[in-house]
């Protein structure tokens, strides 16, 4: 591939994967942080394009160099020190608006505080289930699909979804059902006799 074609099919293909890479981007290290990763992952894939093997593998590859980003980045602390500092955006604040919108279309929530009770909950799930989870509902990717761009297999990707699903129901269950469904206390047993 000449550099010129592949300049061509780099900047006609990066940009319709782009929304997917900044739902991704955010929902790991936060809104504030999301557009530098996108941009630091495209400019990693610019930098490999021409060592990608099967053009119509591009999507998961474009993820996996932006949650490989996202990583380093919360490794790193990079974008944990920066969000802890900064208050959440406004509803006016045009700069960030386009961000909540895209986390507003996460399935189960309708609000703002629904989103942000989801992602409180995605982010008390350990790296391997938060990856997963954010993989399969941010990015749209199936398990087949997710256990290319984490190089494990489809099973254990979907047994990973499964445990982040259970600890992510169990985190925004409300306190009141959470009682419900613990064992009978003994005054409860006194009435069945």
């Known amino acids: 591939m000449q550099v010129s074609e592949g300049a061509e099919s780099f900047a006609a293909v990066v940009p319709l994967y782009a929304p997917a890479m900044v739902r991704v981007a955010a929902a ?5 942080e999301a557009e530098d990763a996108v941009q630091e992952a495209s400019m ?3 930098q490999s394009w021409s060592q990608l093997r099967n053009p119509s593998s591009v ?3 474009l993820l996996q160099i932006t949650v ?4 380093q980045w919360r490794r790193g602390l990079k974008g944990q020190q920066q969000a802890h500092l900064q208050s959440l955006p406004e509803d006016t604040d045009m700069q960030h608006l386009h961000v ?9 929530t309708s609000n703002h505080t629904g989103a942000l009770d989801l992602r409180a909950a995605i982010n008390t799930l350990p790296t391997d289930l938060r990856v997963v989870v954010v993989l399969r509902f941010y990015a749209g990717l199936d398990a087949t699909e997710i256990g290319g761009v984490l190089s494990i297999p489809p099973g254990t990707v ?3 979804l499964h445990r982040a699903l259970l600890q992510m129901r169990e985190y925004l269950q409300p306190p009141s059902l959470a009682h419900k469904t613990s064992t009978p206390t003994p005054d409860a047993m006194e009435g069945r006799s």
């Open 158 to 160: 979907r047994s990973r």
């Open 68 to 71: 490989n980003v996202c990583r």
């Open 44 to 46: 990693r894939a610019w």
């Open 100 to 108: 909540l919108a895209m986390l507003e279309s996460d399935p189960g």
């Open 28 to 32: 790991l290290v936060g809104t504030a």
């Open 59 to 61: 999507r998961p590859w």
